[in-house]
């Protein structure tokens, strides 16, 4: 429910904003007020969440704490529980209500229009029904006096949350569904308060460390629970999924291990130290932390096929922490140098310059995340020790500017994901001295507007769903060529051995060659002129039961080949063309998509 401040005279926006610890932007999007701004006396106006403590100093009276907040002394009463004569001491930390929980309707107030000022609205609509049911009303009819409660609204919108929380029978992995607002359990005490919920790419799986350190995958469509080891610790555990959704990554026992969900296989690269091992988006390399020669921490990157090993920093300083790559791979965030002191710093890999976040005033600032476009970074910012601890959601830029707080949570820290438009940030708060969260709230970055969207007992964690896209394919045939494959239907030919689209392309071709297959990717790779840069991939594998390889390129590749990838097979029975003839069929692609093309191959 949302809670009510009365306008008295001599307010302004900025005069309450500040005196419940808001950013005016906040409290002017929580009630739609219009340019220029303007408040009346008597107004009603909806306090999102804010600085809700306050340290009793000597001589403070609950009628004097009131008379600064302006509001009834009735409200901090009833909050703290305070019994008559309601004696305050020095040093007391008391609640502070912004106001009352219920609105008062207004002359000529209707249900739409208090929903609408108020942000009751779903997928666009005002949500007059909700209003009605919360308060058991028979029908739309109100009149002025009434006290209504006014609920905050589901959005309405597609998208899945996946949240840890706990109940009587441990940690569990929870979904909530922002179009209506329902809630689903996923697991069944298989959860710890450590769980974190990651979603793979296409949205299909969860995965995640729970009970006795085992690392579990959920399918999101049939519920089925699989197993993919054990470590020795949960807690700290990062797992990261490849771009194409079938291998997970982690390190374990010295040793970065990637465990493929579809095949089962497992591949280990031996890595002392490893952690934060993660995917570059173009699914042939991983970065990850680990100490140097000299027990310093650094960051490195590597092939998947544990090659290549390269170091990307030169660190004399403190530990790496909670290193994340950005969506382009183009950027890494870190914070160091621990959890009582944590400063968030940017590495930008193409130039290799480094930037510190300001972040706030106490130099805590847990949980960065990047935006889907990799332009900006969320984070939770611990802030006012003096009033019992609560967080700053902060936002700043891939550049360490233009950082600023969008919303408050009471609790000294937490986890923050951004929707899949990255328009939302998503937070939890609700915490008191004695349990962690209780609330899920999103807020809307374009306007500072909050709503709550969960109550449920001790939420841990949380990850909002990736927005499943799934690309309409076309058949590509060529009866030259003898081969026929999938590609995006919105990609166009650019001559009849290739087609072009704005996010990849394909192109084809035959090789004559009496070598083995061994020897005609190497020259592939190799060739004189480095397209696939100077330490490039060849991975071996089989397609329509043929010898093949593919070849990924290494992170020198020249720009100018658009990420390009291939993939050779020996063809079932040699074809001529004209007077020649050829062994190979080889097809080149960027290399998001070589792999997906590369599995619909069939010879003709």
Sequence with gaps: MQTFYTVQSGDTLGAIAN???????????????????????????????????YRVKTGDTVYKIASHFRIPTSVIIQANNLQAPYTIYPDQLLVIPSGLPFYTVQPGDTLYQIGLRYHVITAGRVN???????????????????????????????????????GREGFDIWLYDTANGSTHQLTEG??????????????????????NNIIYTIDTSTGAIARIDQLAEGLGAYLDWSPDSQTIAYSKQNQIILYNVITHRVQTITQPGATDVQWFPTGNQLLFQAPDENGVSQLYRIQ????????????????????????????????????????????????????EVEGGPLAKNYFPTWSPDSSSIVFSATALEELGYFSFIRLTDNQATNEQTIAISNCFSTPVDWSTNGTKIAYLSGCTTE??????????????????????PNITALQ???????????????????????????????????????????????????????MVCQNEAHHILLPYGSNPQISHTSIQNQEACFIYPSSDQPPEMNNQAALI????????????????????ADNAHIKEIGSSIRFI
């Design 128 to 166: 007059t029904d909700l209003i009605r049911t919360t308060n058991n009303l028979s029908s739309t009819l109100i009149y002025p006096g009434m006290r209504l409660i006014i609920p905050y609204a589901p959005f309405g919108e597609d998208g899945i949350i996946a949240y840890t929380a706990g």
């Design 464 to 518: 909002w769903a990736p927005k499943a896209v799934k690309e309409t394919l076309a058949t590509y045939r060529n009866n030259q060529f003898r081969v026929q494959f999938h590609y995006p239907s919105h990609w166009k030919q650019v001559s009849p051995e290739r087609y072009e689209g704005n996010n990849g392309f394909f192109q084809i071709a035959a090789i004559s060659s009496p070598a083995s297959i061994d």
């Design 19 to 53: 005196r419940f610890g808001l950013t005016t932007p906040a409290l002017i999007a929580a009630n739609n007020i219009p340019f220029p701004d303007t408040i009346f006396t008597g107004q009603q106006l909806s306090i999102p969440p804010g600085i809700n403590h």
């Design 190 to 211: 298989l959860g710890e308060s450590f769980s974190v919920p990651y979603w793979s790419p296409n949205r299909d799986r969860i995965a995640f460390v729970g009970r």
């Design 435 to 456: 349990s962690s969260a209780s609330e899920l709230w999103v807020t809307d970055i374009t306007n500072q507007a909050t709503r709550k969207l969960i109550t449920h």
């Design 304 to 355: 998947a096929n544990g090659t290549g090993l390269t170091k990307i920093t030169a660190n004399t300083g403190g530990r790496y922490n909670h290193v994340r790559l950005s969506p382009n791979g183009r950027y890494v965030l870190y914070t160091t140098p621990g959890a009582s002191i944590s400063i968030i710093h940017i590495i930008d890999l193409s130039t290799g310059n480094e930037l």
């Design 569 to 588: 097979i020996r063809y079932p029975t040699p074809i001529t063309i004209g007077e020649d003839t050829y062994q190979f069929f080889i097809l080149w």
